[in-house]
């Protein structure tokens, strides 16, 4: 029987790399909101010979999650895995500047939409499941108000969630990537020398054995 692997954020970066190196062992779930992205992965999956279903959707739409989940259980059961890789990185900016529409979109992305998604996606994953997150230290460095503080909360409900089910399950994991050259590094460090930073799809397979 095929695994299930949900994969949110799966457009580009990280995930993109995540989704198609678990591919074709499982059969794809890859929710995005940028559908070229999508496509793009499907491509790549089934020259694998994979599949996949993509879902071009809003993580922060809670009725279209929760439709989604509905989807998944109704069609598969359940998962084997949830991996989520969706963020958002707002410009850096000090503290005493920070924009409430970045602040916002930060949260929505970055914690609330984490919030809805659990309770959605626990029962899929059941007691055998496993749900990865990652880590990313920029909590409470200068500059790095928005992002920062909204992806260290989002760790810190993933540990919570990681202590509570550390012995009924699913089991939750939580990695800490390289430096990668990717849009959302990009963002922060524009003029970083990428030659010295690890690309997705080879920091994918280095953490492909963690994930499975």
């Known amino acids: 029987m095929t695994k299930i692997a949900l994969i949110t954020g799966a457009s580009r970066g990280l995930g993109f790399a995540l989704a198609e190196a678990l591919a074709p062992e499982h059969h794809i779930v890859a929710v995005a909101r940028t559908v070229g992205g999508l496509e793009d992965l499907d491509d790549r999956i ?16 809670r009725d279209a999650m929760a439709q989604l989940c509905r989807s998944i259980h109704d069609r598969w059961g359940g998962i084997a895995l949830w991996v989520h890789t969706a963020i958002h990185a707002a410009p850096l900016t000090p503290a005493a500047h920070l924009d409430q529409k970045d602040w916002q979109k930060s949260l929505a ?7 809805t998604l659990i309770p959605f996606v626990a029962p899929l994953l059941g007691n055998d499941g496993r749900a990865v997150f990652f880590d990313d230290p920029h909590g409470g460095q200068k500059f790095f108000g928005h992002y920062g ?10 540990r919570s969630w990681q202590a509570e089910t550390e012995k009924t399950g699913p089991e939750v994991r939580i990695l ?12 922060f460090y524009p003029g970083e020398d990428k ?10 397979h280095r953490l492909l054995p963690q994930l499975l």
Do not use: V
């Open 46 to 61: 089934k020259a694998k010979g994979g599949d996949a279903t993509l879902a071009p959707m809003d993580i922060t739409k």
């Open 109 to 115: 992305i970055n914690l609330d939409a984490l919030a």
């Open 149 to 158: 503080t909204t992806k260290s909360a989002q760790i810190a409900l993933a």
């Open 176 to 187: 800490t990537p390289a430096p990668m050259a990717s849009a959302t590094r990009a963002r």
């Open 195 to 204: 030659t010295r930073l690890a690309s997705p799809h080879d920091e994918a």
